[in-house]
């Protein structure tokens, strides 16, 4: 029996993928608040309750799959020690869970989540971390295959350095795809014009190096161009993100006269 706290991205791919397993049913789903609570649990059949004291400690496995900053609240007002514990955050150590639960570690999904999607056919790589070798860790490693077929053993510094990159990855770029579609709404285009563009980006990393790939004025030295971008971008914050990236193109080993 499987306790998951939380309501959001990740504890609705995570109930998304769980609904229907006999091996790892989840029978209780907490949140603060019980309207999200219910909605979560109605996906698996399970008890919404918003209230820490109210979980079972019966229950095997407690995963939570709450805000970094929500977690020590939650767990302060458990009031059982777990037998089993794990969050699932790419930065917080798993020795937070320590005088919560009997064992502990993590089980954290490498993938942008969003709730209201159906998210059963994503690839998720898990990277699993636990305290000890044994039983318990078995149980978590059977539980991430169940829900994945990409499951990495990581070290904490591993996992944290995996998190690390994936903010430059996958936030940085799609908070630059922000920028992107303001620019193009401004002069009446859609952000589906640059689509291709953007699949072709991500289909090259398959099989080249990111430096062997990057393309665009920066690369190739092309200082008017980059002048007149300059010029046309309307918000200051873009002008000094546009400088910026540009400065790293070209000194970082990036930089190639021959390449467009």
Known sequence: MICLLGSGNVATWLLQKLRGCREFPVTQVYSRQLDHARAAAAMVGAEAVDDPAM???NCRLFIFAL???ALPQVLSQIPFKMP??????GSVPQETLVPYAEHYGVLYPLQTFSKNTDMTSLKVPLCVECDHVGPHRE????LANALSDTVRLLSGDQRFYAHLASVFACNFS????TVADDILQ???MSLDLIWPLLEQTVAKLQ???PRDAQTGPARRGDEAVMHRHLQALTEPQWQEIYR?????????????????
Not at 139 to 142: G, K, N, T
Not at 174 to 177: F, Q
């Open 174 to 177: 799609n908070a630059m795809c």
């Open 67 to 69: 805000r970094d900053d």
């Open 139 to 142: 149980m978590l490693l059977a």
């Open 186 to 188: 401004q002069h009446q």
């Open 244 to 260: 910026t990236i540009s400065d790293f193109i070209q000194s970082n080993s990036l930089y190639s006269a021959d390449n467009k």
């Open 84 to 89: 089993l514990a794990v969050h699932t955050a």
């Open 207 to 209: 099989t080249l190096p």
């Open 55 to 57: 979980l079972d400690p």
